[in-house]
C-alpha cells in the first residue's frame, strides 16, 4: 500500500467523526496519541526494546478493551501520561480524550492497530504519513491549522539557500508543525556518515518552540516519528517572545504566526470587555511594539549566534509599516546585520487567504568587523504569478531561479541588486520594492484564468477584512 493510500484510508474515518461532531482537528490529535502508544507497543514487542510508557497505560491495555471500560482506560491513560517527562510529557501535554463515545474510540483503536506493525516502517514512510494528516487538516479550512502549516517548497527553497551544515544549531521560534526543523534536519543528516554527529544533531541540533499547546504536540510527534527527540523533546510549549533566554544558535528558520496585533480580552468583574496590548519589555528590544512580527524580527536578532544566519518569512507590512518601531528595526536590520536577500512570494499559496508575505535572509555579523548592510538583492516571485492551492500548486521547481540567483548573485529580470546608499534613500526606509510591470493592469488578454481570478478576488477580500480588524482594533485601543 502507498503512503497516500495510508494516509487516505487513515484520513476516511475522520469524516465519518466530522459529520458526529468531531473536528478533523481533534481527529488528528486523537491519531497522534493512539500512534504513539501503539509504536512504544511494538518497539516492545517486535525489537525487545523497554517501553517508555508505564504497563498500566499501555496499547496492550487499550486494545484488549471495550465499550465504557476502554473510555475509562483511554481517559486515565491520557491524564496520566500528561505528567511524564521528556518526549512523552510532551506528547500528552493538557491531553483530553475527544473521543468519549467508546464505539467511535474503538473503531478508530482498531484502524490504527489493524494496519500496523508501524514500527516496521522506514523512518522517513511514518513521517510522511504523519505530515500527509496534518496537511489534510491544514487544508480544511474550518480547521484553523492552516496558519501552523507553511508551505513545503518555501521551506525547502529555504533551507537550500541558508544551508544550515553538521554541527550547527537551528532553532524555529515558531515552530508549528515542525516544517523547518525536519526540513533542516533532511539536509544536514546526509553531510556526513559519523554516528556521533549524527546522534548529536538529533539529539541537540534541533530547537522549536511554539505557544500553542495543541501545536506544540503534533510537532512533537512529527519529529519523533523522524527519529528525532527519542527521549527528550527538542521542542517545548512556550512563548517564545517572553525572554531572550541565554541559549543562541547558528541557524534561525521560522514562519511567525499571521496577524499584525498580540492583543487578549480582559473580562472585568462588571462583565466589561476590554482589549489590552501585549507590548513585550525586554532589554534587548531595542523597540517596544505591539506588532508580533516586529517583535519576532527583534528576537531573532538576539537569538543568533555571532556569524549566524536567517531565513524569516514575514508578512508585507514588515516592509512598509511606518511609525518609530517599524522604521526603526528596518534601520537595525541594513545597519547591525547583513540583510543581503530578500524574496517576494506570490500570493495563493497560504491556507490562511490574503497572506502577501516574503523571506529575509540575513545574516549576524561580529561588530568589530563591518557588520552594515552593503547591498541587498530582491527576487520579485509575486509580479505576474498566479497560484492556487487546488489548481496551480506551487512545487519546489518554481523556485529553481531563485536558488540559482541566489548563488550566483547576477541580476535578471526578477533579480536586482540594491545598495545600501539607495535604500538609505527611500522615504521612511520603505523596503516594499517592486519594479516589474504588472501585465493584467495593461492587456486585458493577460489576466489569468476565471478560478485563479476568483480564488485571488477572495485572497484580496480576505486581505481587505484582515485590514479593517487592525483598525477596528486601533480604534478599540484609542477608546480607552
Known amino acids: 500500500m502507498s503512503n497516500e493510500q495510508l494516509v487516505a484510508r487513515v484520513w476516511n474515518y475522520a469524516h465519518v467523526l466530522r459529520e458526529q461532531g468531531i473536528s478533523y482537528g481533534d481527529y488528528v490529535e486523537q491519531i497522534t496519541y493512539l500512534l504513539f502508544l501503539k509504536m512504544d507497543h511494538e518497539r516492545e514487542e517486535l525489537l525487545g526494546e523497554g517501553s517508555a510508557v508505564p504497563p498500566q497505560w499501555s496499547w496492550a491495555q487499550l486494545v484488549s478493551k471495550d465499550g465504557d471500560e476502554l473510555e475509562a482506560q483511554y481517559r486515565q491513560a491520557l491524564e496520566n501520561l500528561a505528567r511524564e517527562r521528556g518526549l512523552i510529557g510532551t506528547i500528552f501535554r493538557k491531553a483530553q480524550n475527544k473521543l468519549s463515545d467508546p464505539a467511535k474510540l474503538k473503531r478508530v483503536v482498531s484502524l490504527i492497530d489493524k494496519e500496523g506493525p508501524w514500527i516496521g516502517m522506514q523512518v522517513d514512510v511514518k513521517g510522511e504519513i504523519y505530515e500527509g494528516l496534518l496537511e489534510r487538516n491544514a487544508s480544511e479550512v474550518k480547521s484553523g491549522a492552516g496558519q501552523y502549516f507553511t508551505p513545503r517548497p518555501v521551506i525547502e527553497a529555504i533551507v537550500e539557500c541558508v544551508d544550515p551544515r553538521i554541527g550547527e544549531t537551528v532553532c524555529d521560534p515558531a515552530c508549528g508543525t515542525g516544517g523547518f526543523l525536519l526540513a533542516a534536519y533532511d539536509h544536514m543528516k546526509g553531510q556526513t556518515q559519523d554516528r556521533e554527529k549524527l546522534h548529536a544533531l538529533r539529539k541537540d541540533g534541533l530547537k522549536g518552540v511554539d505557544?500553542?499547546?495543541?501545536?506544540?504536540?503534533?510537532?512533537?510527534?512529527?519529529?519523533?516519528?523522524?527519529?528525532?527527540?527519542?527521549?527528550?523533546?527538542?521542542?517545548?510549549?512556550?512563548?517564545?517572545?517572553?525572554?531572550?533566554?541565554?541559549?543562541?544558535?547558528?541557524?534561525?528558520?521560522?514562519?511567525?504566526?499571521?496577524?499584525?496585533?498580540?492583543?487578549?480580552?480582559?473580562?472585568?468583574?462588571?462583565?466589561?470587555?476590554?482589549?489590552?496590548?501585549?507590548?513585550?519589555?525586554?532589554?534587548?528590544?531595542?523597540?517596544?511594539?505591539?506588532?508580533?512580527?516586529?517583535?519576532?524580527?527583534?528576537?531573532?536578532?538576539?537569538?543568533?549566534?555571532?556569524?549566524?544566519?536567517a531565513g524569516v518569512v514575514l508578512p508585507d507590512n514588515v516592509l512598509f509599516e511606518a511609525g518609530r518601531a517599524g522604521e526603526g528595526i528596518r534601520k537595525r536590520l541594513l545597519e547591525g546585520f547583513n540583510f543581503h536577500t530578500l524574496l517576494?512570494?506570490?500570493?495563493?499559496?497560504?491556507?490562511?487567504?490574503?497572506?502577501?508575505?516574503?523571506?529575509?535572509?540575513?545574516?549576524?555579523?561580529?561588530?568589530?568587523?563591518?557588520?552594515?548592510?552593503?547591498?541587498?538583492?530582491?527576487?520579485?516571485?509575486?509580479?505576474?504569478?498566479?497560484?492556487?492551492?487546488?489548481?496551480?500548486?506551487?512545487?519546489?521547481?518554481?523556485?529553481?531561479?531563485?536558488?540559482?540567483?541566489?548563488?550566483?548573485?547576477?541580476?535578471?529580470?526578477?533579480?536586482?541588486?540594491?545598495?545600501?546608499?539607495?535604500?538609505?534613500?527611500?522615504?521612511?526606509?520603505?523596503?516594499?520594492?517592486?519594479?516589474?510591470?504588472?501585465?493584467?493592469?495593461?492587456?486585458?488578454?493577460?489576466?489569468?484564468?476565471?478560478?485563479?481570478?476568483?480564488?485571488?478576488?477572495?485572497?484580496?477580500?480576505?486581505?481587505?477584512?484582515?485590514?479593517?480588524?487592525?483598525?477596528?482594533?486601533?480604534?478599540?485601543?484609542?477608546?480607552?
Open 211 to 309: 505557544i500553542v499547546d495543541e501545536v506544540v504536540r503534533l510537532c512533537a510527534m512529527n519529529l519523533y516519528l523522524h527519529g528525532i527527540g527519542n527521549g527528550d523533546s527538542p521542542v517545548v510549549q512556550g512563548d517564545a517572545l517572553a525572554s531572550q533566554g541565554t541559549a543562541r544558535f547558528d541557524v534561525v528558520l521560522t514562519n511567525p504566526p499571521f496577524g499584525k496585533k498580540s492583543s487578549y480580552k480582559v473580562v472585568g468583574e462588571d462583565g466589561s470587555v476590554t482589549t489590552e496590548r501585549e507590548n513585550y519589555e525586554r532589554e534587548d528590544f531595542k523597540f517596544t511594539t505591539s506588532n508580533k512580527q516586529f517583535n519576532f524580527l527583534q528576537h531573532i536578532m538576539t537569538i543568533l549566534e555571532v556569524n549566524g544566519r
Open 344 to 480: 517576494r512570494l506570490p500570493t495563493g499559496i497560504w491556507y490562511s487567504p490574503g497572506v502577501k508575505a516574503n523571506v529575509l535572509f540575513f545574516d549576524k555579523r561580529p561588530a568589530a568587523r563591518d557588520a552594515q548592510t552593503k547591498e541587498l538583492w530582491v527576487y520579485d516571485y509575486r509580479t505576474n504569478i498566479h497560484k492556487t492551492l487546488k489548481t496551480k500548486r506551487l512545487t519546489y521547481e518554481d523556485f529553481n531561479d531563485f536558488v540559482h540567483c541566489y548563488r550566483e548573485r547576477k541580476e535578471t529580470e526578477r533579480f536586482r541588486r540594491f545598495s545600501y546608499e539607495e535604500l538609505a534613500q527611500r522615504d521612511k526606509l520603505n523596503l516594499d520594492i517592486f519594479w516589474l510591470k504588472d501585465d493584467s493592469l495593461e492587456d486585458i488578454d493577460s489576466l489569468p484564468a476565471p478560478d485563479v481570478l476568483a480564488a485571488e478576488i477572495v485572497e484580496n477580500l480576505e486581505a481587505a477584512l484582515e485590514q479593517f480588524r487592525s483598525v477596528s482594533l486601533e480604534l478599540a485601543g484609542d477608546g480607552e
